[in-house]
């Protein structure tokens, strides 16, 4: 295996403040974005660049994207399609995710088109990107769907095909958009998606939620198939406030200190990264997860 | 890597029945145990032959065995000494469980002797068992000691390698009791030990704790380096009620999901654990954690 670094990308501005739907002060998610990137988050995902009557919470965008833009952390944002890309690109962010859905159900409730229609877009947002832009393509349901339940690997490899065809140098992101894989299915479907020879030039991610409790170990998966990107949210931000019990994104403190004890450094400060923890844990409206935060006793402890 | 199977090791009865200061009855012990063999657990331990002063929650141990004795289940139960072995053995229990903790400080707090005094135990039980009946020794501490921080390497495989030269033929479980270990030295300090010449005849398991969310990782990592056979609890119960937030033993539940699911049947009906992990949750005064139980609107997806 190669000489790998853990890089943890903080999704909890995007993936878990939609999830919220009373609205957060534009001041106070500067503040937790900055506070992130000051723990030592290397990749901040920032929001979304969607219509403000779809996802609310995300219409103050430009302005969030304006005060955190030539901090040290590398900044991207999600675009649903061209006029997305052309916003985020104009309010300086440079590195975009496009996001599509693996099962039909899915992709049409999540971004109210077909898989084909998606890619079409996506080839439409590759070629409005400018060559110092970067791309990462969010391939949802890679391993199971709400609607349609476990979706099979050879849907998610032809997908993964696709993609590669038609963004070459793009970071791809297998999404475990419910929490429902397991660290076996992770590693099998990385290392097949990883041996296409069409993926070549491919970066990977690996996008996980704990629902059942194998956000650690399915990252750690992923981990031992060669990917190292991992999306994260701070205080597990994330879940579905109509699901009681359902929590959101892995937590971002659990897998730092995975990889931080075990010799793999982060760069993230494990304190200072709970203290934002608390932060997040603490905006009215929100579910949380994780495990780390709920221990107080050994904070001291976390160097 | 050899042709393994994954074998869970019920331990709500002990290690989670110890947790609860309330009597629970003596009844619904008994029909928690015939439960979890009922859902396919194929090893479960039962409980301490303690002194009942030391834990009144373990009085009731030889009515408990006479009851459970006969059904499918390897049934085994800890003991702290020679007495408590024989006390065992009269009940119809042949499998017994041995624990010391490479700490000295958690040793002499929770067996009341320093750890060479422990060893010497451990040779008089070994001596006074007959022929047919099994060892385990449990190895505490042996990742992280809540009084002496991080148990260092070095001392946990001269620990084992000392277990080995007294007892070559037993099976040996790093118990991580805290639930502070991370997957990188789970799967480190397997390797090692197992690599020792002395332990070439012993078995092995992986004890683990979820307080910080490493549960299902830590014991995947111990399946990597080898390890089949893991203690856990169904509902995670074992938590500490004087410490909020401490989750116990990792649940039964989710590591049985992630072996079912992910191609390495565990044996278990993963419903019908669901459903006594539910019984066991209802206790009063325990603390319980996990995460399969708590998403309710999945259990009709586990087969």
Known sequence: MKDMRPIICEVAPRDGFQSIAAPIATDEKIAIILDLIA?????VEIGSFVSPRAVPQMADMAEIAAAVRGTPARLSALVPNVRGAENALAAGIDELVYVFSVSEA??????????DQ???????????????????VAVATAFDCPFEGT??????????????????????ALCDTTGRANPFVVGERFRAAMALPETAANGWAFHGHDTYGQ???????????????????AAGLGGCPFAPGATGNTATEDLVFAFNEGGHDTGIDLRALLAVA????????????GHLRIVPRDRAAFG
């Open 39 to 43: 723990a030592g988050c290397p990749r």
């Open 215 to 233: 956000g650690v170990a399915n990252a750690l998966a992923a981990w031992g198939a060669g990917v190292c990107v991992f999306d994260t949210a």
């Open 151 to 172: 979706v099979p690997q050879a849907a998610v490899i032809e997908a993964v095909r696709r993609v590669a065809v038609l963004v070459p140098g793009a970071e791809i």
């Open 106 to 115: 899915h992709n049409r409730n999540n971004v109210r088109q077909g898989v």
């Open 278 to 289: 608390d932060r997040i844990a603490n905006l009215p409206g929100g579910v949380t997860g």
């Open 118 to 136: 998606s890619l079409e877009g996506l080839a439409q947002v590759a070629a409005a990107l400018p060559g110092e832009a970067r791309l990462r």
